[in-house]
């Protein structure tokens, strides 16, 4: 990787990743009109307004934030805060491990969403949407994301990972979210190599069936390594990938394509739980 490259990483890469993100998008919708694995029974027009409603307000909060990984990024290289800023590491080390530390924070925080009840009524959210397709991908209660810098941020200071290899991270990642949540599936022979380095439509698709034990897998956005190292790691499901039932058991109704009730979903759970 040379220096015009880490530059461009610096400087252009923020503006690159909103183009890279609508290109995806329109495209694999495209695949997914034309070859979807799944034949959906829900009301695409009900769900897309509801989901793509919810990217746009989670994309506005994204550019209001005060902080981001980014910030603590510049902030700790400014201060040569972090282990990485107080030794001379060379480039391809440093650049493995900020992929996997960025990789870690979110398949951490993924997993916490899960076993933490409070974030979980937050997290689950993205979990009521009762099929999955690439309008799923942004689909996060706006609170989530802030949850995620909170939880996120401490780490990026203590290594003081760097600005260029977060941003690497960040067209990675909307590359293979875009992917994974998208209605088609890979060939089979590339899908049992694959899903082993970057998480697949199929790994991703098991982590949102309404089946618990599924659920409760494939945690990692990216790179599935810390699923394999946590031993949540699943490639099989109790039914078939066309047929199983996504989302979540305890709503399949029209509040899972509400925004207004999603939004509120998680302080109403708060209420039924505390009554």
Same mark, same amino acid.
């Given at each position: +990787? ?15 990743? !909103?183009?890279? &993100? ?7 919708? %495209? ?43 510049? &902030? ?20 493995? !491990?900020?992929?996997?530390? *960025? ?8 997993? /916490? #969403?899960?076993?933490?009840?409070? /974030? ?11 099929? +999955? =397709? ?5 689909? &996060?209660?706006? /609170?989530? !994301?802030?949850?995620? %810098?909170?939880?996120? +941020?401490? /780490?990026?200071?203590? &290594? ?6 977060? #941003?690497?991270?960040?067209?990675? =990642? ?48 990216? !790179?599935?390594?810390? =699923? ?15 047929? #199983? ?7 399949? =109704?029209? *509040? ?20």
């Amino acid at each position: +990787m040379n220096e015009q490259l880490i530059n461009w990483l610096n400087t252009e890469s923020e503006n690159f990743q !909103f183009i890279l &993100f609508g290109f995806l998008l329109v495209l694999l919708i %495209v695949i997914e009109i034309i070859i979807p694995l799944r034949k959906s029974i829900q009301n695409r027009k009900r769900r897309w307004s509801a989901n793509f409603i919810i990217t746009l307000l989670n994309i506005i909060l994204l550019s209001a934030l005060p902080v981001s990984f980014l910030s603590a990024s510049i &902030f700790a290289d400014g201060k040569s805060w972090g282990l990485l800023n107080q030794f001379s590491v060379p480039l391809i080390p440093t650049l493995l !491990f900020s992929l996997l530390l *960025r990789g870690f924070i979110s398949f951490f925080t993924h997993f /916490l #969403m899960h076993k933490v009840p409070l /974030l979980w009524r937050i997290h689950r959210v993205h979990h009521l949407d009762t099929e +999955m =397709d690439v309008s799923t991908t942004v689909r &996060f209660h706006p /609170l989530e !994301f802030i949850i995620n %810098v909170i939880i996120g +941020m401490p /780490l990026i200071l203590l &290594f003081g990972v760097e600005v260029w290899a977060l #941003m690497l991270y960040e067209l990675i =990642d909307v590359t293979v979210n875009l992917l994974s949540h998208s209605n088609i599936s890979l060939p089979s022979r590339l899908e049992r190599f694959i899903h082993y380095i970057v998480v697949t439509p199929n790994l991703h698709r098991i982590h949102h069936s309404s089946y618990q034990k599924e659920t409760d897998s494939n945690y990692s956005a990216v !790179f599935p390594i810390w =699923d394999i190292i946590f031993k949540t790691f699943k490639t099989k499901t109790k039914e078939s990938q066309s047929t #199983m039932q996504l989302g979540l058991e305890e709503i399949r =109704d029209n *509040r899972a394509s509400s925004v207004l009730w999603l939004l509120k979903s998680p302080i109403e759970n708060f209420n039924k739980a505390n009554n």
